[in-house]
């Protein structure tokens, strides 16, 4: 198993910038992937970044230019840089795991509104 908790959340104004973390916990050996996705009401949860430990990165066209991924290892943490925000990235975001290439695992979710 492994948890995920998410950080950093909030109410910024376009062109903003917020960062969101994830701590995970538990069997964090087994990580394979780590991504970010948000969901928009009345919108389908999508992929906005991905990361494999040690590896490369993938975003959504999107984020791209706009957000990145990192991967800290030493703590079991991922954050997401997001800059240059705007209204359309108003989202729960979530953080994501897929663990000994099979098993997934989900965050709570965390508030992010881009509002004048």
């Known amino acids: 198993q492994v948890q995920l908790v998410e950080s950093g959340g909030g109410l910024v104004q376009p062109g903003g910038s917020l960062r969101l973390t994830c701590a995970a916990s538990?069997?964090?050996?087994?990580?394979?992937?780590m991504a970010w996705f948000r969901q928009a009401p009345g919108k389908q949860r999508e992929m906005v970044a991905s990361?494999?430990?040690?590896?490369?990165?993938d975003y959504a066209d999107s984020v791209k230019g706009r957000f990145t991924i990192f991967f800290d290892s030493a703590k079991n943490t991922v954050a997401l840089q997001m800059n240059s925000l705007k209204p359309e990235d108003t989202a729960v975001y979530y953080c994501?795991?897929?663990?000994?290439?099979?098993?997934?695992?989900w965050g709570q979710g965390t508030q992010v509104t881009v509002s004048p």
């Open positions: 994501h795991c897929q663990a000994d290439y099979k098993s997934q695992y």
């Open positions: 538990g069997r964090v050996f087994g990580i394979n992937v």
């Open positions: 990361i494999i430990p040690g590896g490369g990165t």
